[in-house]
């Protein structure tokens, strides 16, 4: 266990002194959802005056999304930061040495993980700083960074799982759209029972982004919303186990193909 | 005469053989092509479906739906953008060393400018059909019919900006690393304008942004085309000329800045 604990210590560093190293990674995630939550809540603003809408302000309505687009940055930044490992040949060196693979993981996941917190924190004290109140209160703040912190973690885990699984960084980039439109087909700009668009309802309504979006939204909007927080909770959860769960499985698999 | 025949036939050959190898390049990889069309319309996509509730806010009035006025938007991104999408294939040439072998072999430098511009063009062509086609699949209805014509033109220019612009910094930077350079002064320009709602709707301090921004011009003249009441159209041609001009001269530029760098 000793031995274990560090390995993922000492790849854990690493991963961390990466990401560090590598502006291009860190400014983006913190910029873009930064620029987007205040373009939203600017240019959306009259959609507050519809009838049902459940705030009176954009800023907190939209709030939630900023820490899920940060998420995103966070598979893609691990999925190509592993890829990368692959190709270099750093993994295949490190498959002659004990190191196990959920260790591997694990430690790769903590760039993401320490950027996730900078993010969390960051995006919350712009909201507020905006004029934004979270309404479940301190405890809800600190469920709210806790839960997007799991969100950024599970997203980088489903990141590694396809940077095993291709070896590529560019497959990893390639892949970026498709998750992008997985924010985009969600509930993130208009509440679901606002959404005129049936077909577009129905695509919202089975895709787990909005889920996650209303979980962190009904801290901001709510306060204490028991399912929403349950559905959120439990698909960060299914997320955490395919996600990681199989990128370590599928580790297997590549470490003994080297 | 003789030579300034054979140096328009050089810029010609030049401008031909740049535009045909970027297009074949974009076309011929998945991993370009498709994110400079998926984008677009995931934006028609998402901002129709999710957010046709705001034509009941009051003082959102316009004929051809919301499905009309996102076009437009989108259109005009996918002009911008493809300009800037091509400026990242000319980074991706200096870091490859092929942008620099082309300016040691190029007998007309200036092709090679107009060559990326043709892309820019080509690759833009394609993504607007496309979009056009999912729009009128989506039940966009254009109430100016062939009126609406004027809207491409202005497209056209935006597109000729765009890629003015990226190509500028790519030649001064030469590094695909470049690309936050070339893309978020674009992007801020689009979504400061008004997107989602009229200007009229906006309020705020987007509002006062968005009165001043020149992609404001562009939306109101392009949606005015669409419903056949086009209204500012001096202004964003004027702008969008303006735009041009002022990045063809950036682009030279750049490319004496490349020629120099050795």
């Known amino acids: ?258 | 005469m003789l030579r300034r025949t054979r140096a328009g036939g050089s810029f010609i050959a030049v401008a031909r053989g740049v535009a045909w190898r970027n297009l074949h390049n974009h076309f011929s990889h998945p991993m370009y092509f498709v994110p400079s069309l998926v984008f677009p319309l995931l934006f028609f996509t998402a901002f129709t479906g999710a957010l046709g509730a705001l034509t009941n806010v009051r003082g959102f009035d316009f004929e051809a739906g919301y499905e009309g006025f996102q076009y437009v938007f989108v259109l005009i991104q996918t002009a911008a953008f493809g300009g800037v999408f091509t400026g990242f294939a000319i980074a991706r040439d200096f870091e490859t060393g092929f942008a620099r072998r082309l300016l040691l072999a190029a007998p007309n430098r200036k092709g090679i400018i107009a060559g990326y511009a043709i892309a820019a063009l080509g690759r833009w062509v394609f993504t607007a059909v496309i979009v056009t086609g999912v729009a009128f699949a989506a039940g966009m209805t254009v109430p100016a019919g062939p009126g609406v014509l004027p809207l491409y033109a202005l497209a056209l220019l935006i597109n000729g900006a765009g890629i003015l612009f990226a190509s500028g910094v790519a030649m001064r930077l030469r590094t695909v690393q470049a690309g936050p350079l070339m893309q978020t002064p674009v992007f801020l320009a689009l979504f400061l304008a008004p997107v989602y709602v009229p200007l009229a709707v906006l309020e705020g301090w987007i509002h006062s942004i968005a009165r001043y921004n020149p992609v404001t011009a562009f939306l109101e003249a392009g949606r005015g085309f669409l419903v056949g009441r086009p209204s500012g159209v001096g202004l964003a041609f004027g702008l969008a000329v303006a735009l041009l001009l002022a990045f063809g001269v950036w682009a030279l530029r750049g490319l004496r800045n490349a020629e120099t760098s050795g």
Do not use: H, K
């Open chain 1, 1 to 258: 266990m000793r031995e274990f604990t560090r390995q993922v210590s000492v790849l854990g560093r690493r991963s961390i002194v990466r990401t560090l190293r590598q502006p291009a990674s860190i400014v983006p995630a913190l910029l873009f959802p930064l620029i987007l939550l205040a373009v939203n809540a600017g240019g959306l603003r009259s959609a507050t005056d519809l009838e049902g809408f459940p705030s009176e302000s954009f800023l907190d309505f939209a709030l939630g999304f900023a820490f899920l687009q940060g998420a995103v940055f966070a598979t893609v930044n691990c999925g190509t930061d592993l890829a990368r490992d692959i190709q270099t040949g750093f993994l295949n060196r490190l498959a002659l040495t004990p190191v196990r693979g959920v260790a591997l993981i694990l430690g790769q996941l903590a760039g993401v993980a320490a950027l996730a917190v900078v993010q969390a924190l960051v995006f919350l004290g712009a909201g507020l700083a905006a004029g934004a109140s979270v309404r479940a209160g301190i405890a809800g703040a600190l469920v709210l960074l806790i839960l997007s912190f799991l969100v950024s973690v599970a997203f980088a885990g489903v990141g590694a799982l396809l940077a095993v699984r291709t070896g590529s960084g560019e497959a990893i980039q390639g892949l970026f759209p498709l998750v992008f439109a997985g924010l985009f087909l969600s509930s993130m700009n208009m509440p679901r029972n606002l959404i005129e668009a049936d077909w577009f309802r129905a695509i919202a309504t089975i895709n787990p982004v909005s889920y996650l979006i209303e979980g962190l939204r009904s801290l901001i909007l709510e306060g204490w919303n028991a399912l929403a927080l349950l559905l959120s909770f439990g698909i960060v959860a299914a997320l955490i186990l395919v996600g990681i769960g199989g990128a370590i499985l599928a580790l297997r698999t590549r470490l003994a193909r080297v």
